[in-house]
Structure formats: C-alpha cells, structure tokens
C-alpha cells in the first residue's frame, strides 16, 4: 500500500553506470558472436592466460617465498641451539651488548633467505653461489644471533607447593619481588617488565590453560627465547624451600632458603620468596654487568635478609637487618636501613646531632659510589667503607704507559692495577639524594630542638659557635642537594610515586630555613616587583641557579595537595610564627599552620607524628595548637584498658570504670569477664588509678587534664600501682616529663610544677588508701625549697621538690 502510494524513483548514478558497462560488454559478446567466436572460446582463453600467470609469476615467488620461509627457520633454530652450548649459555655480557646483538641477528636472519634466493637463482651455478655467498652470511647471521637470544634477561618464575602443585599466585609474586629487587633504578634493573617485546603474551598464553595457545607459546618460546631465565622454588614447609635458578635450560645455582626466625604470620611463603629473589637478581646481577642498583652489594643473602627485614617489624626486623649486615658489613642498603631505623627514637637535639654525625659517612659514600665528590669533605670513612679510603688514596691516577718497570709485571697484574685505580661504573644517584633528604629532615628537627633550647626549654648541650658551625654546614650539604635535584631532574622525568616532587619540597623548604634572610629577599623582590625569580644573586653561580631553583620548588610547594608536602609546609609555617612578633601575623601563620596539620592528619601516621615534631613544638604553648594535637577525651571509657572491657561491665551494673576496684564480688569478676589473674589484676590497679587521680587536687589541673595523666599511666605506660610507685621513686624526673607531655604536650616551666604536685598527690592519696607504700626514698611531702623566683614569675610550691623549683626544669625537652 506504501509503495503504490509513492512515485517512481529517479535511476542512482551508480546504477546507470553498472548499466552501461554491462550492456557494453554484452555488445562486445556480440559482436564477438556476431563474428563467428563463441562465450566458450573467450572465457577458454582467460583460463589459458591465468594458468600462464600461474606458472610464470606465482609458482616461482612461492617456490622462493617457501625457501625464505624454510631458510628463515633454520636459521632462528640455529641461533636457538647456539644458545644452548655451553659457551654460550652462561654469558656474561651487557644487556646493552645483548640487544645490540638481537637486533642485528634478527637483521641478518630477515636478509639473509632474500640473498640466498636472489644469489642462488641469479647465477649459472647456484650451489657454488650459495657456497660462497649464503652460507657463510647465514653462519654470522647464526653467530650472532645466538648469544643475542642467549644474554636476554627475561624470568619466568614457578612457585611449586609442598605437594607439587605449580601456585600461579606465588609464581607472580616471585616475579615482582625479583623486578623490584633494585627499584632505586628501573630502567637498569635486573628484570625490565616494560621491553617490548612478546615475553608478557606467551606467559599469558603459557598459563591460560588452553593447548592451542600453550603450543603457541612453547613454539614463541623456542624461536624467540623469550625468557631464558628461570627461577623454580619449592615450599617444602612455612620456614624453608629450594630454589633453583636455569639458564637457558642449563642450572645456573640451586640454595637452600630457610627462615630463621620463627612467626606465627600467614604470609611465611612471601618471605621465602624474597629470599628467593634476592638470589635470583644477585646471580642475574653478577651476568650483567651493566645491572646498577644494588651498590656493589656482595651477596644474595645480604639481599635477601634486607628484604625480609623491610617486610617485618620488631624484633624479627632488627634479626634480619642484622644478618643482612652479618652476611654483608660494607652494604650500604643495610648500612642506611639501620640508621635510619633510629630516627623513630631522636627526642632530643643530643640524640639528632649523633644521628647527622652518623649518617654524614653515608652520605659520602652513596656520594662515591654514584660517581659525584664527597659532601662532607672533612668527614673520614668508616672502617667498612673501603671503596671511600681506596678512592682517596688513588684516585683518578692511571699506570704510565712509559713506566718500565710496569710493563715488565705480569700483564694480569697490571690489569689489576688499572681496575683498581679506574672508578667503577657510577650507581644511581637514589640513595645519595635519599640519605641526604634523611639528613636534612634530622637537621631541622635539630634547629627546632635548638630553638626550643634557646627559650630556656631543651637540654642547653649546644653552644653558640658549635650551633652556628653546625648549621652552617648543613647550609652547604643543602645547596649540594639542589643542585643534585636540579641536575637529576631537570628534563622531563616520570615521578609515579612524586618521589621528587617531594624532595624537591623538602629540599627548598630547607634551604629557606638554613639560609638566613633569603625569605625576606624574596618577600621584597615581590613587593618591587623584580623581574628576577631568584630574588637575591649568590656570588657563586652555583649557588645562584640553587636559589632560583628554590624560589621555584618553594612556590609549588605551596599549591601543593600532596599530604606529605602539606604538613611539611605547616611545620615550616609553624616556624615562621614563632619568629613573628607582631600579633594578628602570629595569629594568622598560626591559623595557617593548623589548617596544614588538619589537612595532613586524614592519614593516621601525621596525627601520630604531630605530637612528636620539635617543629610544631616552637608552638606547643598556643592553645588552639594543643588542642589539635593532643588527643581528645572527655570520658573514662575512652581509655584504652577500661574501653575494651566496657560491655561486659555494664551488663554486671559497672557504669563508671572507677567503680571497679569497689565492686560486690570482685573475687568473681575476673572470670565473669574472661579475664585471667594477672590482666583482672592490672583492671583494678588501673580503676584505683583513676579514682584516685580524679579525685587529686594537688597541682590544680582541670578534670580535662586530670583524664589525660591518668590515661598515660594506664595506657600509654602501662603501669599497675607497684610499677607506678617504684617509677615514682627512681625515675621521678622522667616520669613528671612523660607524664607533662601527655597532658599539656610542651609545657611551661609553672605547669611541670604543677603536674609534679599532681603526681606527688596522687602517690600520697594511694598511699593513704593502703593500695600502695610510697617508697621512702620519695616522702609524700618533700622539703620545702629556698624561696625563689620560677621563670614564669611565680613563687615555688612547698609540696615540689627542691630541685624542681626555681625553674630547675629548664633542661626539659619536649
């Protein structure tokens, strides 16, 4: 009905023209007919014509497109079996050489079946032509081929279970753990996951369980040898294995991997395969020279150690960092991974001044062994940093060829004598730039400890030239390490992990506060509008590029959303206050410091870490910075020990965790709570505590303040009343600092009085209670001092004890 309704269509050009041809060619067929042909004669001579294409053109290129083919696999099967023999198999060689060789080879290999077919068929004699010609560019081709496929650094890992079966998961693990065995380089790593080539296809296909693509994958295999390298661990148990590492097909070492340390974790088999993959990279290490990373590391246990080392915690941390230090003492990576371990335990300016004494002599060694001059030049080397003393004492002398007596030693020993006095190949420059940052992170936190000093509140160890020398060198080690950052990273370079980024923050944050009045330059370049980013022009040009990169890092610092670069930046705000005099910028850096540190504390370990850094200390004493960092409490359940236990009290009718001690039938309410003799015992000290300290006016604290002493003593401490009472007599200054930091964080010369009075109150009420005898080395009422005047201007309480008056507490650090 819809057709009838609609009128006829205009012919499409296409149409007309498919018309046209064809009423052309049937006139032609006609014409043809017409003049005595048949159709048959015609479409007869096309099937002549084609059958002579046939055989003068496609037959002859597929005969030689067939002998390329056949050429062509016998010359990549022969490399392949000379990758096999035994010289070859086992090279030592440059990954670079290595690829070289591939890419030649497999140049050679294309070219070579074209020449030996055009050579063949262009001359009378062909077997003469191949004799000459073919065979012996298809032996070269072969040659060098064959090491290039043999020197390929490509791992395949297999992870067998104690009953044989091939684990997939731990398998994959393995060969992460061995690719990221020398992560502070890449690009130089022993294993390179990013090569493009078809390594990742065939694991693929080797492990999808399906035989057309296995088949395919064992024939990639054997022609390409996409990873020649194999590393096979057995799990005999949760604390050993065997691994054995191939080459080629050839066993290359095989050890024995034992835990030493016994663990009740689930993840036992990750920690035998980072034992295996220390092997597995330092054996590949040894056969590629051109390997960087490891820091001339001499064995794959010292590896292997440090790799458990940085997967535990504790006790079993500190066992396998020393066996890594055991197995290998002139490790660098084990030698820095102590050190570092002790900046958790720096309190103290004393404590940060070792620390820089200490990681100075790495920092000149990582300096050498990435080929740059030493940072500290009068620092000597440690007695394990032999590659320093060798260098310092031979330096960049080579043998006189003219020498005679040189030339008649023996040539091997005057080999020697050249490798000795040449510099190795330069490692990365990771571990310089981050000892160094570990350095400059330490020495702000020893100028914030110095300035707390300088206000009459740290240990006062330092003097003035002491400090001024000290900080002076910290100075040059600051502008040495922009100038390293500008020099490392000054064209585009991938920062995944902003790694840089945030050394590059630290690094100017620290020049700004070690590089006195270059803040206010650059705040009067600015209000004159100057041209110049550097503010203020060093006489050195070294140091001019150092503060024009400074100003830039600095200003991105800044804008910056990272976490880490944020709090580092509040610190340094929080600096900036203390050194303002006028009121409202104090208030508003203040302001601006706490919203650095809110930001920065989502991530748990920066609302840990604030309450520990000397550089937010400079505030400690502002109210609104006390109360950000010092933890919230507002109730007695929130202490740790009575807030574990708070369901099951209540249930029993104990709706005040100070109640405890005087509950009806105490005897019975440590099985009613599940709790065994010793745990139910710490209970109750912990509730008599907590009675007892809420109801102590001594010192005056508020019931806010009150809450957090008594929440460090029960939880933060740990104590039972014993404990409490004989701290109390031995350690009293200790336990009044501990005990003043966790109530008001840093204070003042009147509150450690006061939490002194608190504390003497305390042990005088449980005394008096007959929970406990105050050892009489401590009296319950000390001495009344001579009368003087404290630093905050108050007259000293009869209820302190002598030396605590008078400002006595001068020393404390917080």
């Known amino acids: 009905m819809r057709e009838q309704g609609m009128g006829r269509r205009p012919p499409r050009a296409s149409g007309a023209v498919l018309a046209a041809g064809a009423v052309l060619a049937l006139a032609g067929c006609s014409a043809n007919v017409g003049d005595g042909s048949s159709l048959s004669s015609w479409t007869a001579g096309i099937s002549t014509r084609w059958q002579s294409f046939v055989e003068v053109v496609l037959v002859p290129v597929g005969d030689a497109l067939l002998a390329m083919l056949v050429a062509w696999l016998v010359l990549a099967v022969g490399a392949r079996l000379v990758a096999l023999t035994p010289g070859v198999r086992n090279l030592t060689i440059r ?44 032996l070269v081709a072969i040659a060098v081929l064959g090491p290039g496929l043999a020197s390929r650094s490509r791992l395949d890992a297999k992870v067998m279970d104690s009953d044989g079966s091939v684990n997939t998961a731990w398998s994959i693990d393995a060969l992460n753990q061995v690719r990221n065995a020398n992560l502070d380089d890449p690009a130089e790593r022993v294993e390179r996951p990013s090569t493009p080539d078809l390594g990742e296809f065939i694991a693929i296909a080797d492990r999808s369980g399906s035989g057309i ?26 604390r ?46 040894e056969r590629y020279p051109d390997v960087r990373g490891f820091y001339r590391a001499t064995g794959w246990k010292s590896v292997g150690f440090l790799g458990l080392a940085r997967m535990t915690s504790g006790a079993e941390h500190r066992h396998y960092l020393n066996r890594a230090i055991e197995e290998d003492p002139t490790s660098i990576l084990a030698e820095y991974d ?62 006189d060829p003219s020498d005679v007596r040189a030339a008649l030693r023996p040539i091997r020993i005057r080999l020697d004598e050249r490798r000795r006095a040449r510099p190795p190949a330069p490692e990365p420059h990771a571990m310089l730039l981050r000892s160094l940052m570990a350095y400059l992170t330490a020495a702000r936190n020893w100028s914030a400890f110095v300035d707390l000093a300088g206000e009459g509140d740290g240990d006062g160890t330092g003097d003035g030239d002491g400090v001024a020398v000290r900080r002076e060198r910290i100075h040059d080690a600051v502008v040495r390490y922009i100038a390293l950052l500008e020099h490392q990273t000054g064209g585009p370079r991938r920062d995944p992990n902003r790694v840089l980024s945030r050394m590059r923050a630290r690094a100017a944050l620290s020049y700004v506060i070690f590089t006195p009045g270059i803040a206010d330059e650059w705040a009067a370049a600015d209000a004159a509008g100057s041209a110049s980013r550097g503010a203020r022009l060093p006489a050195k040009q070294t140091e001019a590029r150092v503060a024009a990169a400074a100003r830039r890092w600095m200003e991105d610092a ?17 600096r900036r206050a203390l050194a303002v005099a006028a ?87 440590g099985d009613a709570l599940g709790l065994g003799a010793e745990e139910f015992a710490m209970l109750v000290d912990a509730s008599e505590i907590l009675k007892t300290g809420m109801a102590t006016d001594e010192g005056c604290l508020t019931e806010t303040e009150r809450l957090r002493a008594v929440r460090y003593l029960i939880d933060g401490a740990d104590f039972s009343i014993r404990a409490l009472a004989g701290h109390f007599a031995q350690e009293f200054d200790a336990l009044i600092r501990s005990v003043a ?36 080395s401590r009296p319950a009422e000390p001495p009344k001092p001579a009368p003087s005047t404290t630093a905050q201007g108050s007259e000293p309480n009869p209820a302190v004890p002598a030396r605590l008056a008078g400002g006595a507490f001068g020393s404390f650090t917080a």
């Open 213 to 238: 693509a296995s088949a395919i994958a064992w024939l990639f295999q054997v022609l390409f040898n996409s990873a020649p390298w194999m590393l096979q661990v057995t799990i005999l148990d949760e």
């Open 741 to 776: 930091r966790a109530v008001l964080w840093v204070p003042t010369t009147k509150e450690l009085e006061d939490i002194a009075r608190f504390m003497v109150g305390l042990l005088t009420h449980l005394n008096a209670a007959s929970v406990v005898d105050v050892p009489s």
């Open 338 to 399: 102590r050190v570092f371990d002790r900046v958790d335990g720096l309190d103290d300016q004393t404590a940060h001044e070792a620390f820089l004494d200490r990681i100075e002599p790495i920092v000149n060694q990582a300096a050498w062994l990435c080929g740059e001059p030493p940072v500290f030049d009068d620092v000597p080397p440690k007695v394990w940093h032999a590659y320093v003393r060798t260098a310092a004492a031979v330096g960049g002398r080579r043998l």
């Open 95 to 138: 990954r670079r050489t290595g690829a070289v060789l591939r890419v030649v080879g497999w140049a050679l290999v294309g070219i070579t079946p074209v020449v030996i077919v055009i050579a063949t068929a262009s001359v009378s004699d062909g077997f003469a032509a191949w004799l000459v010609v073919a065979l012996p560019l298809a």
């Open 583 to 669: 009121p409202e910028e104090h208030d508003a850096l203040v302001a601006e410091a706490i919203r650095g540190i809110r930001y920065a504390r989502q991530v748990d370990f920066y609302q840990r870490e604030a309450a520990r850094d000397p550089e937010l200390m400079l505030l400690g004493r502002e109210p609104r910075m006390r109360e950000l960092v010092l933890a919230p409490i507002s109730s007695p359940w929130q202490i740790a020990r009575f807030a574990a236990v708070r369901d099951r009290l209540e249930q029993r009718g104990i709706f005040d965790p100070a109640g405890i001690a005087d509950a009806p039938g105490l005897l019975g309410l």
């Open 558 to 574: 800044n804008g910056s959303l990272e976490v880490e670069i944020r709090y580092s930046c509040a610190c340094f705000t929080a």
């Open 240 to 285: 050993s294995g065997i691994a054995t590492l191939r080459r080629n097909g050839h066993p290359v070492d095989e050890v024995e991997l034992e835990l030493e340390w016994e663990s009740a974790q689930s993840d036992q088999h990750r920690k035998l395969l980072a034992l295996a993959a220390g092997f597995t990279a330092m054996t590949m290490a």
